[in-house]
Nanobody, 129 residues
Framework: QVQVVESGGRMVQTGESLRVSCVVSRRTAATFDVGWFRRGPGKEREFVAFIDYSSETTHYGDSVKGRFSISRDNAKNTVYLQMNTLKPEDTANYYC??????????????????????WGQGTQVTVSS
């Protein structure tokens, strides 16, 4: 049984920073990678950031590169998404997804919805202008 729960979303002003969190609870000691995605109003779900279990590999979507940072604390089963210099176009429901399946050779990160096994319900981030 795996549970994924996001938190920390709220309304902020343009240019402000915000950190959202994702707790992945599981009964085994299985390792997992994590991706953050978002869906803005009237938009498709978009890849935001990826981090592997060891934190050696991270990857970002082009629209957030240089502004967002992903990190994790495995002792707390928690992954963080630090969002700086927020813009109105960052307004979205932010989803965390956990991937437990084996790594694919030559694939350091995973960008697609169907490459993840468990999803949270999302946390809403609204950036006002």
């Amino acid at each position: 049984q795996v549970q994924v729960v996001e938190s920390g979303g709220r309304m902020v002003q343009t240019g402000e920073s915000l950190r959202v969190s994702c707790v992945v609870s599981r009964r085994t000691a299985a390792t997992f990678d994590v991706g953050w995605f978002r869906r803005g109003p009237g938009k498709e779900r978009e890849f935001v950031a990826f981090i592997d279990y060891s934190s050696e590999t991270t990857h970002y979507g082009d629209s957030v590169k240089g502004r967002f940072s992903i990190s994790r604390d495995n002792a707390k089963n928690t992954v963080y998404l630090q969002m700086n210099t927020l813009k109105p176009e960052d307004t979205a429901n932010y989803y965390c997804a956990a991937r437990f399946r084996p790594r694919q050779s030559g694939r350091p990160w995973y960008l697609n919805n169907d490459e993840y096994d468990y999803w949270g319900q999302g946390t809403q981030v609204t950036v006002s202008s």
